[in-house]
């Protein structure tokens, strides 16, 4: 069992939908992140919330906002998604800065029409 | 431009044997390295580190070596079991800060 949840684990929609993923984790990290991985390539990082404050916008398109609402929670919001941000999306977290691995979760499959 | 690659996309071991994995990166500010494993369908699990102070660590039958003058690291499996067949992908983070730069993966295959 993973100890960071990611809802849902599918995800349908079209280019003019406005949907959210949500990442939950209550282990008490205090940096959470994001990342987009196509198939058969490495996770890509989008964005770092380190002590519910955004720290790293990897330059990713508005299309895509994330949220964190408290320590334990991670949101993205998506509208006006293209084709080409059909992808895996995972959810991670982190004690702390520093020399820690990441915990993620089990991702959310999305899909673009 | 790759600062992590891994360079071989699989790998097929017979079951018993040694699977070593090869990792090689391009930034010096690197001094965390890791190994996760990923099943499909799942989210990348964390194997094994290593900090740039050290040349090995071990941990049961997964062993993580760094060789910092070549930008080299390896991760060996030994016996290799067939639950071990995966995506493992090397990874590092430089000095401070949150950021983790993943290499493309490799697919191992353990056979029966």
């Known amino acids: 069992d993973t100890e960071v949840t990611q809802t849902p684990k599918h995800l349908v929609m079209g280019m003019t939908n406005k949907k959210s993923l949500k990442c939950e984790q209550h282990m008490g990290h205090r940096a959470m992140y994001w990342y987009k991985q196509k198939a058969k390539k490495p996770p890509e990082l989008m964005f770092v919330y380190s002590y519910e404050k955004l720290s790293i916008n990897e330059s990713v398109p508005s299309r895509f906002s994330p949220e964190c609402p408290n320590s334990s929670l991670l949101n993205l919001h998506l509208h006006a998604l293209q084709p080409e941000d059909s992808a895996l999306y995972l959810c991670?977290?982190?004690?702390?800065?520093?020399?820690?691995?990441?915990?993620f979760g089990d991702g959310t499959r999305l899909s673009i029409l | 431009d790759q600062q992590v690659k891994q360079n071989s996309p699989s790998l097929s071991v017979q079951e018993g044997r040694i699977s070593i994995l090869n990792c090689d990166y391009t930034?010096?500010?690197?001094?965390?390295f890791l190994w996760y494993k990923k099943y499909p369908a799942e989210g990348p699990t964390f194997l094994i580190s290593?900090?740039?102070?050290?040349d090995k660590n071990e941990d049961g039958r997964f062993t993580v070596f760094l060789n910092k003058s070549a930008k080299h690291l390896s991760l060996h499996i030994v016996p290799s079991q067939p639950g071990d067949s995966a995506v493992y992908f090397c990874?590092?983070?430089?000095?401070?800060?949150?950021?983790?730069?993943f290499g493309a993966g490799t697919r191992l295959f353990v056979k029966a």
């Open positions: 930034n010096s500010m690197f001094d965390y």
């Open positions: 991670a977290s982190k004690a702390r800065e520093g020399l820690e691995p990441q915990h």
């Open positions: 290593i900090s740039s102070i050290k």
């Open positions: 990874a590092a983070s430089p000095t401070g800060g949150f950021k983790t730069i």
